[in-house]
């Protein structure tokens, strides 16, 4: 129980690390604001947005959006904004008006809510009026802005993805305000939207909401495009009207993210990150004609007018520098002068600015380090002296002709903000590197020696240990660093003290092991294991190596047949066959590029007539329970049939299409607690009901993967435990799943090994196996459209999450059977040395440079490698509770959890 807690303590302390080695919060307090001198550009600016809208499309499809299309070629600027990852709503709409990145730590907050307070456009002006979602528009209205930000949102309950229409909707709502808004405006409003610096924001989700439902190629995501070309121009007509054309206002159309051919986003496809930017009236250039060619697609049919590509935060400095109001406190873009239509020295003006907020940040950051970092041990940013005197020339000497130089500083002063962001995170990444080693090597020491019941006494040794952590603790406090620092830097001097302390008893085995002449064995074991991990790790990069992988494992069976091993033949010959056809599958492309239901469909057709041929011919009991869930699967197969024609009609979800698949989902949770505790009782129920899930969950051939899967999984305790007659076969799978382990430790085997390979391969496959799921654009809202029309994150969240970890249950149940028919449990122990050494690799693989696709992968696979080692000893642990516990018979009930604490022991 101590190495378990050990072990708990110290995966969470390496989880934690990465976020404050890689991923501090873009955000710093106690910023002073940088006034512009300079008089507006515009005194009052329009910001429609409209949510999802991706660039291609929109430049393609000029026929749908021709208003904006005029404006490009007669009387403003365009462009590309590039987004990052995350592409979600929150982050979007935080980076064009705060003009900051969002923390990627916000995810837990579903991007809906603030991890922190920040500073932005809304919050500098003299007031702005916002309408549109309510999941958008209240954090601008948060903290300071508090007062000065005015919202008017719809109801959530008219966000829907049935695919009737209703999209459009959303955004008439938000239009047919805003021109209310001016026509009935009071004396009060009359004052506030008369000053200058005032901002009117438009959220239009209407694109957004087609392209998850209907796909962005569908004629009701193209149609809410026209939509919105035409309520741009009624809303510029009703503004210019108010204002009585006096040229004052300056209107900025762009996007949060863009989408997938497949409806989503979320990670870094250029459908996901590239989305449109116009810009027209006062303060902006006009058309322009290109010096030299441009590399905008020929579809576009822009190549006479010049492109004007920003990155996302750039739009913020923007639209501060147009109203003359202070560029949010937190602001990481650099000012895109190629936009401004204004006269050279007032463009210098307002990049020195944008320059002079930039600066200020980085006074921050590097006080925040240096009033902390003892003067010994401080390593200072090591452009700073050179910021200073070019920063001192620009100021008092500059012109328009140094802005190339307003931008080396601005983009230097970034790199310093990122600098002094992440100084500890080089100590820090060494210490929980040394840490990770030094653990592994800690669990191997376990797995061949048994603990010392006294351990030995070295007053020495225990006393420079101390020392060294009394060190580290005095000197984190005197530098108030965060106290979890002392974790870190603590940790790896603990498992080295907890390895040193034993040294006589692993040394020992090690040595015994050389003198018998096992040089070889070891050596094969060792490149075994090596190559295996290497195989998991590679699996996450290239999916075809899970396919190379089955292959070999399909040969396992025959090749120890041909050493003289006696093994059923029909049992090797399936094996072989459904290993071959799993292996198809990670050659396939990732799940969501279309619907295809048919395959769906299939999938329900080849595992109903397998389930009843099985209970037919191995089970003698609960045979009416497991008819009854082969009969859930046809019907769950021609439901969904039914409800995709449905949606094909425009009539959405039906409420009887709803009832039924909630009906179905929740018999199919039900009936494997009730079969009795057999073998192919517990597994083959186990299986009909992840299937009958699966399918109702599922929009392409993702189905028919889990199928055989399940297949897979059922065989693979028979030929674990090496079957040789049909007899022994028929009584194995009949025997009775009892908690009645053997828990003496007998020695490593290679058994042991492969079994705990498996068990991680086997996870890598349920989860690779037909994408990255890891990847945050294969969630697909299709795949609850079965239960739910409107949009419900947490009732979403929660049927995406059941998909995801039902074939991990089923893994964890397959290998729990071979623990329980075995009566010997897996070595844990090497499990986590295993996921140990798949983490390690991931953790120096976070990357903070480079495509932001790259990045949001490589942090993904960190969190799967370490989730993977928090939590497969409790799915294990919960496997084997399912498997030998029945709501009719609680006579195992007791057995099991003995069991279940023995095991975590």
């Not at 020392?467 to 603590?490: D, G, M, T």
Request: a neutral charge; one cysteine or more; proline letters at 4%.
């Amino acid at each position: 129980m101590n190495l378990l807690l050990c072990g708990v303590l110290v995966h969470l302390l390496f989880l934690a690390s990465i976020f404050d080695i890689y991923f501090n919060s873009p955000v710093l307090h106690g910023i002073k604001e940088f006034q512009p001198s300079f008089a507006p550009a515009a005194k009052r600016l329009v910001l429609f947005v409209a949510d999802g809208l991706r660039a291609n499309t929109f430049f393609s499809r000029k026929e749908f959006s021709p208003y904006l299309r005029s404006i490009i070629e007669e009387r403003g600027s365009w462009g590309v904004s590039h987004t990052r990852v995350p592409t979600e709503s929150r982050p979007g709409h935080v980076a064009m008006i705060a003009g900051l990145y969002e923390d990627p730590s916000a995810v837990t907050k579903g991007w809906k809510e603030n991890p922190v307070e920040f500073d932005s456009v809304f919050n500098r002006s003299s007031h702005t009026w916002a309408w549109g979602s309510a999941d958008i528009l209240p954090m601008f209205a948060k903290g300071e802005a508090a007062g000065r930000v005015t919202t008017f949102t719809y109801p959530k309950s008219m966000q829907r993805f049935s695919g009737d229409g209703s999209n459009e909707k959303l955004d008439t709502w938000v239009f047919n305000r805003v021109k209310r808004f001016f026509f009935s405006a009071s004396t009060k409003t009359d004052e506030k939207i008369g000053k200058k610096g005032v901002v009117l924001f438009l959220h239009l989700l209407g694109i957004d909401t087609a392209g998850h439902a209907t796909k962005p190629h569908s004629y009701e995501y193209l149609s809410n495009i026209r939509l919105v070309d035409r309520g741009i121009q009624e809303i510029e007509r009703a503004v210019e009207g108010y204002f009585d054309n006096d040229g004052k206002t300056v209107y900025v159309f762009t996007a949060d993210h863009g989408m997938t051919d497949w409806g989503s986003h979320g990670a870094g496809l250029p459908d996901e990150t590239e989305t449109p930017l116009v810009l027209w009236g006062a303060g902006i250039k006009g058309p322009e004609s290109p010096m030299k060619s441009q590399e905008s697609p020929q579809q576009w049919d822009l190549s006479s007018y010049v492109r004007k590509d920003v990155n996302q935060a750039d739009v913020a400095a923007l639209m501060a520098a147009l109203l003359a109001i202070p560029t949010p406190t937190n602001n990481v873009g650099i000012l895109p002068t190629e936009y401004i239509g204004k006269d050279p020295d007032w463009i210098y003006l307002a990049a020195v600015s944008n320059m002079e907020q930039i600066l200020l940040q980085l006074e921050r950051a590097k006080d925040l380090v240096h009033d902390k970092v003892f003067s010994v041990f401080l390593v200072p940013y090591p452009h700073l002296e050179y910021l200073e005197k070019l920063h001192h020339r620009l100021t008092q000497n500059g012109s328009a002709k140094d802005l190339p130089e307003v931008k080396i500083v601005c983009d230097l002063a970034l790199i310093g903000i990122e600098y002094y962001q992440n100084y500890f995170g080089a100590s820090l990444k060494l210490a929980i590197t040394a840490a990770h080693i030094f653990w592994m090597i800690f669990l191997i020491t376990r797995l061949i020696s048994k603990p010392r019941i006294d351990p030995r006494n070295s007053l020495v040794f225990d006393f420079v240990v101390i020392a060294v952590l009394v060190s580290s603790f005095v000197l984190i406090i005197a530098q108030k660093l965060p106290i979890q620092y002392f974790a870190y830097y603590s940790l790896p001097v603990l498992l080295l003290w907890l390895i040193l302390r034993d040294v006589d008893l692993w040394w020992s085995q090690i040595t015994s092991s050389f003198t018998k002449n096992n040089v070889l064995k070891l050596s094969m074991f060792l490149s075994l294991t090596i190559l295996g991990i290497s195989c998991l790790v590679a699996s996450f990069f290239k999916r075809s190596v899970l396919s190379f992988a089955l292959l070999g494992l399909a040969l396992w069976p025959p090749i120890e047949k041909l050493n003289g091993a006696k093994w059923h033949r029909n049992l090797v010959i399936l094996w072989t066959v459904i290993c071959i056809a799993v292996a198809v599958f990670p050659l396939l492309p990732v799940i969501g590029k279309e619907a295809n239901y048919f395959l769906v469909f299939c999938a329900g057709l080849l595992a109903t007539p397998l389930s009843i041929c099985a209970l037919l011919m191995y089970c003698n009991s609960s045979k009416k329970l497991l008819v009854s869930q082969s009969v859930l699967v046809i019907f769950a197969s021609i439901n969904v049939i039914w409800n995709s024609k449905n949606y094909d009609a425009g009539l959405g979800l039906t409420w009887i299409n709803q009832i039924t698949s909630w009906t179905i989902f929740g018999l199919s949770l039900i009936f494997p607690l009730i079969v009795d505790s057999s073998f192919v009782c517990k597994m083959l129920s186990l299986s009909l009901s992840i299937c009958t899930c699966s399918i109702l969950l599922s929009v392409r051939h993702e189905a028919l993967f889990i199928v055989l899967l399940l297949i897979l999984l059922v065989l693979y305790p028979l030929i674990e435990l090496e079957v040789q007659t049909s007899d022994a076969l028929k009584a194995v799978l009949h025997e009775t799943l009892i908690s009645n382990m053997n828990n003496e430790r007998s020695g490593l085997s290679f058994a042991d090994i492969r079994r705990a390979f498996l068990y991680l391969f086997s996870t890598m496959l349920a989860f690779f196996g037909i994408g990255n799921i890891a990847s945050l654009n294969s969630f697909d809202p299709a795949w609850v459209k079965a239960f739910v029309s409107t949009f419900d994150p947490f009732l979403m969240g929660a049927l995406i999450l059941i998909k995801t970890i039902l074939p991990f249950f089923a893994v964890a149940s397959s290998i729990a059977s071979v623990s329980l028919l075995s009566k010997k449990p897996i070595q844990w122990l090497l499990v986590l040395s295993m996921c140990d050494a798949m983490a390690l690799p991931f953790f120096h693989m976070v990357q903070t440079k480079g495509s932001w696709l790259d990045i949001g992968q490589s942090i993904s696979h960190f969190v799967i490698a370490h989730v993977c080692i928090l939590f497969l000893l409790l799915l294990h642990t919960a496997a084997h509770l399912f498997l030998v516990f029945n709501i009719r018979s609680c006579k195992n009930y007791k057995s099991c959890w003995v069991f279940a604490f023995d095991c975590l022991v």
